[in-house]
């Protein structure tokens, strides 16, 4: 019996050596892959960085890894990033924001009128973020009125009912009308707002801004979390840290960590007069190094830079002791403890799992 098997195994591996299918068939292992859509920290802009943004990809080795794509925040430019990995805006299964700030949704609306006009055949995209969030300050954000009126700048100047005149089957209410708005009651549990197949994706409340949410695939080869701009709940020192305790429990047994940060060199001791309110909300380098470690994460992927690499200003805010490097994010980060791989985000940074040797 096991002759046979062994000869079976020969002949199965000799078949599929000359018949590309087969050999696809017989090696096809899942795969994850993370890539940085966009690094820009903040709404400044810097050496054409795209805005803020995530896309997480999982399949097989058949499929390029592509079997689902995900994409997480849209920043300015998250659709010229997609085309550089070859992704169009139909290709992607669902947006998720974390929280309605500009630089993490001014890609929506293209990526949406580009579906709409391009793209409109395909099943509805799906939108996924938090309920509308009352603020204490007497506002409220809401990512379902931002979905709602994506295009409406389009509509009142008139071109959504030029390119439908041109092409009736375009929906008629424009981009907004391919997607599906899934909204959740952002909770400092867990809770799962979106799965496919082998794919779940979870989401927990984090303090930034009303509404902020982080989230964290799960996928049968590994886990990544996408923390946005969480920074921790008690909004000023004293305290442990600036990271965000929910974020740190979503992150345990991830694989992967993504996480906006910020320089200790704009805290405000560094002479940058960066307001202390904005700094202390976002998470530091430092900080997230340590989170990292404690979390048992393997990579670390820094993205949102504040300030930009190489960069001696940000926005109008300059830094005293000039420009910071890859280098000093680095050291920022293993003076947190953390001993693991890191990524101090460019465009298009990625990360794949499981990792290839
Ligand atoms: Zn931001």
Same mark, same amino acid.
């Given at each position: 019996m096991k002759r046979v098997m062994i000869r079976l195994l020969f002949v199965l591996s000799f078949v599929s050596s000359f018949v590309p299918g087969l050999s696809a068939l017989a090696q096809a292992a899942p795969c994850m892959v993370v890539t940085l859509t966009g690094t820009q920290g903040g709404p400044s802009s810097f050496r054409g960085l795209a805005g803020s943004g995530t896309m997480v990809r999982y399949g097989d080795d058949s499929n390029d890894c592509r079997g689902v794509v995900l994409q997480f925040d849209a920043g300015r430019g998250t659709s010229m990033r997609l085309s550089q990995v070859g992704v169009t805006p139909g290709q992607v299964d669902a947006v998720f924001i974390t929280h309605v700030h500009s630089d993490h949704v001014d890609g929506l609306a293209d990526l949406l009128q580009l579906r709409w006009m391009q793209?409109?055949?395909l099943p509805k995209i799906d939108v996924v973020c938090s309920a509308d969030a009352a603020a204490g300050a007497g506002f409220v954000m809401s990512c379902a009125k931002l979905v709602a009126h994506t295009a409406d700048a389009y509509i009142q100047s008139g071109e959504i009912a030029q390119r439908r005149a041109e092409d009736k089957a375009r929906p008629v209410g424009g981009p907004a009308d391919l997607v599906n708005v899934r909204t959740f009651a952002s909770t400092d549990a867990p809770q799962v707002v979106w799965s496919s197949g082998d794919v779940r994706v979870t989401a927990v409340r984090s303090a930034h801004v009303a509404g902020h949410a982080s989230y964290r695939v799960d996928t049968p080869v590994g886990s990544v979390v996408i923390g946005g701009d969480a920074g921790n @709940? %008690?909004?000023?020192?004293?305290?442990? #840290? #600036? %990271? #965000?305790a929910q974020v740190e429990a979503l992150a345990r047994g991830a694989q992967v960590i993504v996480h906006s940060a910020i320089h200790?060199?704009?805290?405000? @001791?560094? *002479?940058? *007069?960066?307001?202390a309110p904005i700094y202390h909300r976002q998470s530091t380098a430092t900080d997230l190094g340590a989170m990292a470690q404690r979390s048992g994460a393997q990579h670390l992927m820094l993205t949102h830079l504040i300030p930009p690499l190489e960069a001696d200003r940000q926005g109008p805010y300059r830094l005293p002791k000039g420009a910071i490097t890859a280098a000093d994010y680095e050291t920022a980060v293993r003076a947190g403890g953390f001993a693991g791989g890191l990524t101090v985000g460019g465009d298009l940074s990625s990360v794949r799992l499981p990792v290839r040797r």
């Amino acid at each position: 019996m096991k002759r046979v098997m062994i000869r079976l195994l020969f002949v199965l591996s000799f078949v599929s050596s000359f018949v590309p299918g087969l050999s696809a068939l017989a090696q096809a292992a899942p795969c994850m892959v993370v890539t940085l859509t966009g690094t820009q920290g903040g709404p400044s802009s810097f050496r054409g960085l795209a805005g803020s943004g995530t896309m997480v990809r999982y399949g097989d080795d058949s499929n390029d890894c592509r079997g689902v794509v995900l994409q997480f925040d849209a920043g300015r430019g998250t659709s010229m990033r997609l085309s550089q990995v070859g992704v169009t805006p139909g290709q992607v299964d669902a947006v998720f924001i974390t929280h309605v700030h500009s630089d993490h949704v001014d890609g929506l609306a293209d990526l949406l009128q580009l579906r709409w006009m391009q793209e409109y055949k395909l099943p509805k995209i799906d939108v996924v973020c938090s309920a509308d969030a009352a603020a204490g300050a007497g506002f409220v954000m809401s990512c379902a009125k931002l979905v709602a009126h994506t295009a409406d700048a389009y509509i009142q100047s008139g071109e959504i009912a030029q390119r439908r005149a041109e092409d009736k089957a375009r929906p008629v209410g424009g981009p907004a009308d391919l997607v599906n708005v899934r909204t959740f009651a952002s909770t400092d549990a867990p809770q799962v707002v979106w799965s496919s197949g082998d794919v779940r994706v979870t989401a927990v409340r984090s303090a930034h801004v009303a509404g902020h949410a982080s989230y964290r695939v799960d996928t049968p080869v590994g886990s990544v979390v996408i923390g946005g701009d969480a920074g921790n @709940d %008690t909004p000023a020192p004293p305290r442990a #840290s #600036s %990271t #965000s305790a929910q974020v740190e429990a979503l992150a345990r047994g991830a694989q992967v960590i993504v996480h906006s940060a910020i320089h200790p060199v704009m805290g405000p @001791d560094g *002479g940058t *007069g960066f307001p202390a309110p904005i700094y202390h909300r976002q998470s530091t380098a430092t900080d997230l190094g340590a989170m990292a470690q404690r979390s048992g994460a393997q990579h670390l992927m820094l993205t949102h830079l504040i300030p930009p690499l190489e960069a001696d200003r940000q926005g109008p805010y300059r830094l005293p002791k000039g420009a910071i490097t890859a280098a000093d994010y680095e050291t920022a980060v293993r003076a947190g403890g953390f001993a693991g791989g890191l990524t101090v985000g460019g465009d298009l940074s990625s990360v794949r799992l499981p990792v290839r040797r």
